[in-house]
């Protein structure tokens, strides 16, 4: 089943206050398991960004002025999430802001019925105890050293731990290692020289191998455990 988890960034709390979206993270992942596909996209809003939203995540109108706005990046957006589900924390504030955004261009707004917030599941789960992302990392014992600032990557590379921590979909200490979560685990596989990782993991001819590298280079130096290899541990 392909799912793609979802973040926003936003100029502030209220679509209907004239506020835009101004970051876009989602990654796609199929049975609970990332495939390498990830859409991230920084928005021009159009419009200023008050401070007390920059503070949250590091986002100026005059670092933002020169990124396309949002009718340049909705087809290439609509066409990754195809009609598969969404998961996103908090969904209702996230799809307000997606929603308001599409009716600007005239575009079909996207259901809520293929929508999974893990804010209701966390709240299911542990009623009467804190669920936001922060408190649901700490109970999961899931790496967040590296949010200083809200990113909607990033927010949604972690969102992806807590979804199979809440649905209970996968083992973690056997998909996503004792290293820390799914940034530990790739940055450590990945140090190696890929040749290196084929020879020793996989039992497989040196045909197969090539093929496989091949394969790999394909999905572009945008697939996300590439991104992993550039940012600090």
Known sequence: MRE???????????????????????????????????????????????????RVHGHTAAALKDKPVFAGVVDEFLAFIGDSALVIHNAEFDMRFVNAELARLGRE??????VVDTLVLARRKHPGQPNSLDALCDRYRIDRSRRVRHGA??????????????????????????????????????????GERLRKRLPIEREEASAHAQYIQSLGDHAIWFRYLARPA
Do not use: K
């Open 153 to 194: 990557l990033l927010d949604a590379e972690i969102l992806v731990d807590i979804y199979c921590e809440l649905t209970g979909g996968r083992q973690r200490s056997l998909v996503f290692g004792d290293a820390g979560g799914l940034a530990g685990q790739l940055a450590a596989a990945l140090s190696r020289p890929l």
């Open 109 to 114: 707004p996207i259901g809520m019925d293929r």
């Open 4 to 54: 793609i988890v979802l973040d926003t960034e936003t100029t502030g709390l209220n679509p209907a206050e004239g506020h835009r979206v101004l970051e876009i993270g989602a990654i796609e992942i199929v049975h609970q398991t990332l495939t390498g596909r990830v859409f991230h996209t920084l928005i021009n809003p159009e419009r200023d960004v008050p401070q007390d939203a920059a």
